[in-house]
């Protein structure tokens, strides 16, 4: 599956692109299944939550071929590479078992607080106070529906990928030493809805978050954190130069 003109095009001005049925059904139960077991069997320490929800879920099975497939076996290598040019993806090893467990029953919804990735809270792996651009864009696989908004859905604040370049660029990365800037982005946040086995595609530094989820069940995603063969050498330059590893988007808006 390679991306249209217009697919580009929309991700380029937007930070992120839905893609319907990209994954299909058996690998979405293959993936459930584990990841359900993994619940059943190994369980969870309730003081191990704010971690949890921070990295991965069923952290044994992050490698495993249930969850990789997903990637390796499916749609998104090649959408990934009409982004990325072929042969530029890193291997894709493991992910992030996403999951977001109901609220209280008639709580009442809260607004969504969005962030950038590679922000250290202390709980993500990363020391407060640090910050670092380790990949090149997400790729989040819905593992059950999502009909409705507040029910964990993955959400984006469009075109903030932009505005976050311009802001970097006048005022310096080093802000994010002090954490997420509080500032007014360009538009208001969407809650992705779809189908088990769609998939969205972020760019790494559209503002993004989990939204409160006020339904009945779980929310299943895996979500990978895909990156460019050059990440690791471009690193933080890409904060203020964002399209530097996306020549399938040069192409286009060349």
């Not at 994954?23 to 949890?52: C, F, Q, V, W």
């Not at 109901?102 to 962030?115: D, E």
């Not at 075109?159 to 500032?183: C, T, W």
């Given at each position: ?119 250290g809270s202390g709980l993500n792996g990363s020391a407060q106070g640090t910050y670092r651009r380790g990949f ?119």
């Amino acid at each position: 599956m390679q991306l249209t003109n217009q697919q580009k095009l929309s991700f380029y001005e937007n930070g992120y692109l839905k893609i319907s049925g990209a994954i299909s059904p058996l690998m979405i139960n293959a993936a459930l299944h584990a990841i359900n077991y993994s619940l059943g069997e190994e369980g969870m320490n309730k003081d191990d939550l704010p971690t949890l929800r921070a990295q991965s879920y069923c952290k044994e099975i992050r490698n495993s071929s249930p969850v990789t497939d997903l990637a390796n076996k499916s749609a998104m290598i090649p959408v990934v590479e009409s982004l990325l040019g072929e042969g530029n993806l890193s291997p894709v090893e493991s992910c992030q078992i996403a999951l977001r467990f109901p609220r209280l029953p008639y709580a009442s919804p809260g607004s969504p607080h969005g962030h950038l990735d590679g922000l250290g809270s202390g709980l993500n792996g990363s020391a407060q106070g640090t910050y670092r651009r380790g990949f090149t864009m997400l790729a989040v696989v819905l593992l059950n529906n999502l009909p409705e908004t507040h029910s964990g859905n993955f959400t984006v604040w469009p075109k903030s990928h932009a505005f976050f370049e311009n802001y970097f660029r006048e005022n310096g990365i080093e802000v994010l030493a002090d954490g997420m800037p509080q500032v007014d982005l360009p538009e208001d946040p969407i809650q992705i809805m779809g189908q088990a086995g769609d998939m969205v595609i972020a760019h790494h530094q559209i503002v993004h978050t989990a939204a409160p989820n006020h339904a009945p069940n779980i929310r299943y995603a895996a979500i990978f954190r895909l990156r460019h063969q050059q990440t690791s050498f471009i690193g933080n330059e890409a904060y203020t130069d964002i399209w530097k590893e996306w020549p399938g988007i040069q192409e286009v808006i060349d």
